[in-house]
């Protein structure tokens, strides 16, 4: 599916470097979704944008940083990580309010942390 | 908040067979939706359950939003090598607010004997 694309797709940093994971919709959806995947647990939650506001931050530690430039482009902005960030970062995006159509996913940027 | 406990956590199966997982939670939702992601890739969306009672299909996969809207319900038939990989199950309470966020079962991986 192409519909929602993620960029780059797999990033090793070390705990120091900044780095901006990009993710991209052309379905014409006015929410995005930042998502975090580790294993053996839910996806978690990280943040939402709709009509490009930010209306959700699940607690999120401030090293990550998102951006909504428009309603079609999300980015999230990574500096100073730690090893336990290591993880499949996933972007999601939907239709909210009438029509609510459900979220359709990227194919996440697998990040590594040295 | 709200948690989804989807069963079983793995299975092994042979090729032909029927398979069939859930996913319980322990408050309402509006809308059921399941996701198949296999290695590499982003969950893909396989089918939406927006009615209490509603049973759908999509080719092999059936899939029922449970009458009391507490838990669903996702049946594949006559398994083939490329049903192989992870089924999340995710709720929805509705469309307004913040009721447009999903939450996760941990998903059902499933693998195929040789």
């Known amino acids: 599916e192409t519909g929602v694309t993620q960029t780059p797709r797999h990033l090793v940093m070390g705990m120091t470097n900044k780095k901006s994971l990009k993710c991209e919709q052309h379905l014409g959806h006015n929410a995005m979704y930042w998502y975090k995947q580790s294993a053996k647990k839910p996806l978690e939650l990280m943040f939402v944008?709709?009509?490009?506001?930010?209306?959700e931050n699940n607690s999120v530690p401030s090293r990550f940083s998102p951006e909504c430039p428009n309603s079609s482009h999300l980015f999230l902005h990574l500096h100073t990580l730690q090893p336990e960030d290591s993880a499949l970062y996933l972007c999601?995006?939907?239709?909210?309010?009438?029509?609510?159509?459900?979220?359709?996913f990227g194919d996440g940027t697998r990040l590594s942390i040295l | 908040g709200q948690q989804l406990n989807q069963s079983p956590q793995s299975m092994f199966i042979q090729e032909g067979e029927d398979v069939s997982m859930n996913c319980t939670s322990s408050?309402?939702?509006?809308?059921w939706l399941w996701y198949k992601q296999d290695p590499g890739e982003g969950p893909v969306l396989l089918i939406a359950l927006y009615k209490a009672g509603e049973l759908t299909s999509n080719g092999r996969l059936t899939a029922q939003f449970g009458i009391t809207r507490k838990d669903s319900f996702l049946n594949i038939s006559a398994s083939i090598p490329s049903d192989v990989g992870i089924y999340f199950c995710?709720?929805?309470?509705?469309?307004?607010?913040?009721?447009?966020?999903?939450?996760f079962g941990k998903g059902t991986l499933l693998t195929m004997n040789p």
């Open positions: 999601a995006s939907s239709q909210v309010g009438p029509g609510n159509q459900p979220q359709h």
């Open positions: 995710a709720g929805q309470l509705g469309s307004g607010g913040s009721n447009y966020k999903l939450t």
């Open positions: 408050s309402i939702f509006n809308t």
């Open positions: 944008y709709n009509f490009k506001e930010q209306t």
